[in-house]
């Protein structure tokens, strides 16, 4: 049908539709249009303010989704013309999250590593980073989305309805705060509506050029998401094919033909682009990246897993984990929570019931209902797309979004691993479009209608009134659902970033990624105006996860970098390889992804070299204790000595080739030199107090050793865990220095030197 008399504009009393203009007020209206244009821009421009300031405030260290540092590892890497990182030696150290590693073929033995994501919204996150400006990337990106939404919403009803769909936008928490982070949802959303957009332009328009636009849009978005570009573009398909149909069938087919032929062209071009960069990086066109990195991690039923955790994902489960998204968008992520829900059944209830008095004609006037019945039946149903049918596609896109997800099992996993409670269901991202679009349009029809009954039984003045205290409590509701509903993942994700910031802190005080960075640090080993720091990994052997803020640059040469602490031999390999000024970041406490409090530390790291290295380790004596041992352990075995109780105990300990003891106790059992093996190692001397009822306290302190021929090289000082009831007690007792949390009487103090 034509687009004449199908705005929502037209709702009176007795849900009459029809759109009246002066068409001698020509001037008028196009001031109208520019002033609704206006704001429109405010509103999106104030959607990308709140926007960044999420980004800036609540997540200045990025949020405990850790695909996050993956996009801006990716976006540094293109910014150098990379789309593999080469490690070198470094490889086992400095592995990113979600990074696939394999051999290259010019030098078998060698590694290259590549991002199990496209390219795509990477390369937008790189030009925030060009500049030193990320964060102004995402508050583009949803004010773009924002203003779209307006465009898409003025073409479905009008440009009031737009303005008040894109303010929608910018109060749902799905929106914000997922946009708030550097993810590809939002950014790939921005592709989709851009398509939309331009295929509403070309369809009504009948403009091949807009066709083609529309096409590499959507090319693009298939690009950075495929599965998500593929669900969003479903409705628009069905629409294209009932139009070509109704073309062919009026005799007008071909032109129709050549508009969408135009739309195909370039996309299917930018799905060649696709298929061209799987080949570069997985060595096959039809494997994607993601596949690469996780076999099992795809669409479908079946036997799914990544890393190590996996399931049988069957239709019930997906039913189950969709219905959950479901209702944690309607009712709490959406736009103002379930008032934006109520909103927008009404909005489609409305439209629902545009669409059937205009079918019969009976909502249009005079010269309208005439144009109207004068079109043919064939004419109404051509490939011009109409109101009504572009608000059934938005309809349907709310379906493929929810039908389409059920075959896909990230959102289980989200939902499992708690992401979705801290950013909302992020896979479900493009719902929110239908369901702004509509619950303005349910806004500004219940709006409409309420001023047209309160005018026509109140004076003018008496019916302003009564509009503006309805309205004026309806915000006032309406803003105490959105906030309620917002307020909950906010804490949570402020409570995340309070504990980031004081991880962080022993970092950002000594300033690594400050150039220039000048160290003049006497006797530390490597070069003093560039750092090392080796870091904890709870969640495995990764690089910038959890630590996102700990991201090395691509051709690991910047300022400091970020490497695995895990073992002597990787430790020294790693020292050999970058020839820094070397550093110990942990942490005393259990990693719980930021939701408790941790007290971090970073200390500065020597390495001995020489014949020998005697150490000597000085311990307070725990409250309660009344015995003490003390045992040094290599890979060769151990060696125990007797040790007095005493408030201070002080060890000396030599390490040399011919091996390691305990040279001022007497020796109780093992070897007098605990052999060393020739390479890397490590070497624990463990003090244990025993209390009165059979509690300990154990000290124990690690060192990474190395041997070559007669001489050893040690790394200093190693790493101290104070532990109860166990030898071996993880980060939970980890030396921190004298501000830690111990018993009392705990105290450790090391030195050593070089023979």
Same mark, same amino acid.
């Given at each position: 049908m034509?687009?004449?008399?199908?705005?929502?504009?037209?709702?009176?009393?007795?849900?009459?539709?029809?759109?009246?203009?002066?068409?001698?007020?020509?001037?008028?209206?196009?001031?109208?249009? #520019? %002033?609704?244009?206006? =704001?429109?821009? =405010?509103?999106?421009?104030?959607?990308?303010?709140v926007v960044t300031w999420v980004a800036v405030d609540l997540f200045p260290y990025h949020s405990v989704n850790d695909d996050e540092g993956v996009y801006l590892t990716q976006a540094a890497m293109l910014l150098e013309g990379k789309l593999f990182l080469y490690p070198g030696a470094l490889s086992e150290a400095v592995r990113p999250w979600f990074f696939v590693?394999?051999?290259?073929?010019?030098? $078998?033995?060698?590694?290259?590593?590549?991002? +199990?994501?496209? $390219?795509? @919204?990477?390369?937008?996150?790189?030009? *925030?980073?060009?500049? *030193? /400006?990320?964060? /102004?990337?995402?508050?583009?990106?949803?004010?773009?989305?924002?203003?779209? =939404?307006?465009t898409l919403t003025a073409d479905v009803f009008d440009r009031q309805t737009g303005a008040i769909a894109a303010g929608l936008l910018g109060l749902s928490p799905l929106f914000v705060f #997922?946009?708030?982070?550097?993810?590809a949802y939002a950014p790939a959303t921005m592709f989709n509506l851009a398509f939309a957009v331009c295929y509403v332009r070309a369809a009504r328009r009948d403009s091949s050029g807009y066709a083609v636009v529309a096409g590499a849009f959507v090319g693009i978005a298939f690009f950075a998401r495929p599965y998500t570009a593929v669900l969003f573009a479903l409705p628009f398909i069905g629409h294209s094919l009932w139009a070509l149909t109704n073309a062919w069938r009026a005799g007008t087919g071909w032109p129709v033909f050549r508009r969408y032929v135009a739309i195909a062209l370039p996309g299917l071009a930018f799905v060649g682009l696709t298929l061209a960069y799987n080949a570069v990086v997985t060595g096959d066109p039809l494997t994607f990246p993601y596949i690469a990195f996780a076999p099992e991690d795809g669409i479908g039923f079946g036997r799914r897993e990544i890393l190590g955790y996996g399931i049988v994902f069957t239709p019930a489960i997906g039913v189950a984990t969709t219905l959950d998204a479901l209702r944690l968008l309607l009712t709490r992520w959406g736009p103002m929570g379930w008032? *934006?829900?109520?909103?927008?059944?009404?909005?489609?209830?409305?439209?629902?019931? %545009?669409?059937?008095?205009? +079918? #019969?004609?009976?909502?249009? %006037?005079g010269r309208d209902r005439r144009r109207y019945h004068g079109l043919g039946a064939r004419g109404r149903a051509s490939a011009e797309l109409s109101d009504d049918a572009l608000a059934a596609i938005f309809v349907g896109l709310f379906v493929s979004v929810f039908a389409g997800n059920a075959f896909f099992w990230g959102t289980h996993n989200g939902l499992r691993n708690g992401l979705i409670n801290l950013l909302g269901p992020f896979y479900h991202f493009d719902a929110l479009v239908p369901l702004v679009i509509f619950g303005a349009a349910g806004i500004v029809g219940v709006t409409r209608l309420l001023r047209r009954f309160a005018h026509g039984r109140f004076s003018a003045s008496e019916a302003r009134g009564v509009v503006f205290s309805v309205l004026l409590v309806s915000a006032l509701v309406a803003g105490g659902i959105t906030l309620d509903a917002a307020a909950d993942p906010y804490d949570e994700n402020h409570l995340r970033t309070e504990n980031l910031a004081a991880t962080y802190e022993p970092l950002i005080d000594a300033g690594f990624e400050d150039p220039p960075l000048t160290l003049s640090i006497p006797g530390a080993s490597g070069d003093s105006s560039k750092a090392l720091v080796f870091h904890p990994d709870p969640y495995g052997d990764w690089s910038a996860h959890p630590f996102q803020t700990m991201r090395n640059d691509p051709g690991f040469d910047g300022p400091v970098v970020y490497a695995i602490d895990d073992g002597a031999e990787q430790d020294f390999t790693v020292l050999d390889a970058t020839n820094r000024t070397p550093y110990r970041f942990t942490y005393q406490g259990r990693w719980t992804g930021a939701v408790d409090p941790v007290e971090p530390e970073l200390t500065r790291l020597d390495v001995l070299s020489g014949d020998r290295v005697d150490a000597t380790t000085t311990l307070g004596r725990p409250a309660g204790s009344n015995t003490v041992s003390v045992r040094v352990e290599t890979e060769s075995g151990y060696a125990r000595y007797d040790a007095p109780?005493?408030?201070e105990l002080v060890i000396d300990w030599s390490i040399s080739a011919d091996g390691v003891s305990v040279t001022n106790l007497p020796q109780a059992a093992g070897p007098e030199h605990l052999s060393v093996p020739s390479g890397a190692s490590e @070497?624990?001397?463990?003090?244990?107090?025993?209390?009165?009822?059979?509690?300990? =306290?154990?000290?124990?302190?690690?060192?990474?050793?190395?041997?070559?021929?007669?001489?050893?090289?040690?790394?200093?000082?190693?790493?101290?865990?104070v532990c109860r009831l166990t030898t071996d007690c993880g980060t939970e007792g980890e030396w921190v220095g004298p501000d830690g949390d111990y018993l009392p009487g705990v105290a450790v103090e090391t030195d050593a030197t070089t023979a």
């Open positions: 034509g687009r004449r008399g199908s705005r929502l504009s037209d709702i009176d009393l007795d849900f009459d539709f029809s759109f009246s203009f002066d068409l001698a007020s020509s001037l008028d209206f196009d001031r109208q249009r #520019t %002033r609704r244009r206006a =704001v429109a821009l =405010v509103v999106s421009l104030l959607v990308g303010l590693v394999e051999e290259t073929a010019s030098a $078998p033995g060698d590694v290259q590593m590549y991002s +199990k994501y496209a $390219p795509v @919204v990477p390369a937008l996150f790189a030009l *925030g980073l060009a500049v *030193g /400006l990320p964060n /102004l990337v995402l508050g583009a990106v949803a004010a773009a989305n924002a203003g779209l =939404v307006y #997922t946009s708030g982070a550097f993810l008032a *934006g829900t109520v909103a927008a059944a009404v909005g489609l209830g409305l439209t629902g019931l %545009r669409w059937v008095r205009f +079918k #019969t004609g009976r909502g249009l %006037r109780i005493e408030d @070497v624990d001397l463990i003090v244990t107090y025993v209390g009165d009822y059979g509690e300990t =306290v154990t000290y124990r302190q690690t060192v990474a050793v190395e041997r070559s021929g007669d001489e050893v090289r040690v790394i200093w000082p190693p790493e101290t865990r």
